[in-house]
């Protein structure tokens, strides 16, 4: 199985500041990436993916991500978070063995 | 809007049960997953699903089989519940082999094991 690690466990924020969540990946050839997320409560749901072309990917509530291939990295950002994004942001990788292998997620608290 | 519905929200079982948890999809997605969720560990793939019938093992199927008698239906069993197997299961499924496809999942069972 791939191996994907996200680099924060517990990121806390006040509303309006930027986030960014690190996610690498360990293998060289082609692959898919996930970003997920768990709001409280509800089940876990698709925020945006990347299977090629342009490297920047945008998803959904101003989400967005950037494929970097040299550093095995698919770090998700988002300029300004609101209270609402409080959530489980979990990175998620499939290769060609059709498995979908996921980070251990980061919790994001955004403090009013 | 696919649904992906599993059984029960909650549930409790003794060491040593045989325990049954149920996921069903009304979408006709081929694809059927079986998950379980712990703090810090993220999401792990106990067993997988192509067809009907048809079952491949994850990265942690020990402990467990799963059973996919029907299109829209993929059980997990646990054949002898132990306490190292409390967690959250969650199942998924998507439409079909395309490794684009995303995955769509239920509202998990919490599973304790006393």
């Known amino acids: 199985a791939q191996s994907v690690s996200q680099h924060n466990h517990h990121v806390i924020l006040s509303e309006a500041a930027s986030l960014e969540l690190g996610c690498n990946y360990s293998?060289?050839?082609?692959?898919?990436l996930f970003w997920y997320v768990q709001y409280p409560g509800q089940h876990l749901q698709l925020l945006l993916k990347?299977?090629?072309?342009?490297?920047l990917v945008k998803g959904i509530k101003g989400f967005e991500a950037e494929f970097i291939k040299s550093k095995f990295s698919f770090n998700l950002r988002k300029p300004s978070v609101q209270w609402s994004d409080t959530a489980e942001y979990f990175c998620?990788?499939?290769?060609?063995?059709?498995?979908?292998?996921f980070g251990a997620g980061t919790t994001v608290t955004v403090r009013a | 809007d696919v649904k992906v519905t599993q059984s029960s929200r909650y549930l409790v079982k003794r060491t040593g049960e045989k325990v049954f948890l149920e996921c069903v999809q009304d979408?006709?997605?081929?694809?059927m997953f079986w998950y379980r969720q712990d703090p810090g560990l993220g999401l792990r793939l106990i067993y997988f699903?192509?067809?009907?019938?048809?079952?491949e093992k994850g990265d942690i199927p020990e402990g467990y089989s799963v059973s996919r008698e029907k299109k829209e239906r993929f059980s997990l069993i646990l054949e002898s519940a132990s306490t190292n197997q409390t967690s959250m299961y969650l199942c998924?499924?998507?439409?079909?082999?395309?490794?684009?496809?995303?995955?769509?999942f239920g509202p998990g069972t919490r599973l304790t094991v006393l």
């Open positions: 699903s192509y067809d009907v019938k048809m079952k």
């Open positions: 979408m006709d997605h081929e694809n």
């Open positions: 990347y299977f090629s072309g342009d490297p």
């Open positions: 293998y060289g050839g082609t692959v898919n």
């Open positions: 998620a990788v499939t290769s060609n063995d059709y498995k979908l292998s």
């Open positions: 998924a499924s998507s439409p079909d082999r395309d490794l684009y496809n995303e995955q769509f």
